[in-house]
């Protein structure tokens, strides 16, 4: 069953947006069709589309306010049911704006389900969270051992090109990986007055880098000894692009970054620590094109909003 969607908004002092979306994609003999999607508020879906054929649609989550203010939460509920494939993304990023001294609180609660064979790549744009937001932002992905999740989640704290730096305000985010109810991975940070400096600032946190991501494909296919040797060989791939990706970025503006990527049980799990989110992202997406040849047998399909 689909959460129901709240109808009830919480009283403010100055405008907000309260925005949900509940979805469903179900397989059927007409490949994966979107069977079930109520929203509220000022969040929506644009008409799958199918640019690699008719069982593994691509939708953008459009969100027309363009940014995120004190009051405001917004709550995506995602179900992805047995054999159905999916490609969701944003047509821009997530913008988080200087919160208010009243309701500072801006929230981000993103719930997907991926059920029996089923696929989901869930690659949104960045997200920029302005100095002095308040932002909260949270992901758990409930999925079974014979699904498939493809994410990442690229943050920028402050604005590098405007050398604006996050030195007031609070972050808090957390992402989680759930198979068969067991925690397979989780990824959660908390920034405020408290621990800023120690965060931002220091050789084992951010070292003054302003954006920071990670990306999470899997399960990595699991058994028998060849198959533990092909995922060894696809890991070193996985590592020679990233040191490829390095040495051409040596001669860029932004080539002070730092990169990795290994196997946590049955995930890879790639890491960003620089300057800029379009690099960030390119890294990810070429970590991606090759665990989705391996995880799925097809080759990456990039989705043409990201060219525009």
């Known amino acids: 069953m689909l959460e129901p969607l709240e109808t009830e908004m919480t009283p403010t002092t100055a405008p907000t947006w309260q925005a949900d979306i509940a979805i469903r994609l179900s397989h059927s003999k007409y490949g994966t069709r979107l069977s079930h999607c109520q929203h509220r508020g000022p969040l929506y879906i644009q008409k799958p589309f199918y640019p690699e054929g008719k069982h593994h ?41 200087k919160a208010r ?3 500072p609180t801006q929230r981000q609660i993103i719930n997907l389900h991926i059920a029996n064979n089923a696929t989901l790549e869930w690659l949104p744009l960045e997200t920029i969270v302005h100095n002095h937001a308040c932002f909260e932002a949270t992901t758990i992905i409930n999925m079974v051992s014979s699904s498939h999740f493809f994410g990442w989640e690229i943050t920028s704290l402050g604005l590098p090109a405007s050398d604006q ?20 991975f989780i990824d959660q940070m908390k920034i405020d007055d408290s621990n800023r400096h120690i965060l931002l600032a ?46 051409q970025s040596n001669t860029d503006r932004n080539s002070d970054y730092q990169s990795s990527i290994t196997r946590l049980g049955n995930f890879y799990v790639g890491r960003y620590l620089g300057g800029s989110a379009e690099q960030a992202r390119k890294q990810f997406t070429l970590w991606w094109s090759v665990a989705r040849q391996e995880i799925l047998g097809k080759e990456a399909c990039t989705p043409r909003i990201w060219a525009n």
Do not use: W
């Open 57 to 97: 649609a691509h939708l953008y989550l459009l969100h027309p306010p363009a940014g995120i203010v004190s009051g405001d939460t917004l709550t995506m509920n995602l179900h992805v049911d047995p054999n159905a494939a999916a490609l969701m993304t944003t047509p821009g990023a997530t913008v988080v704006y």
């Open 101 to 103: 001294e009243s309701n």
């Open 165 to 184: 730096r996050f030195t007031n305000g609070s972050f808090k985010q957390r992402y989680q990986i759930v198979v068969d109810g067991k925690n397979e």
């Open 202 to 247: 220091s050789k084992a946190g951010m070292q003054n880098r302003m954006i920071s991501g990670f990306c999470v494909f899997g399960p990595v296919a699991t058994g028998n000894r060849s198959e533990g040797r092909h995922s060894d060989d696809q890991l070193e791939r996985l590592r020679q692009q990233q040191l490829e990706q390095q040495a």
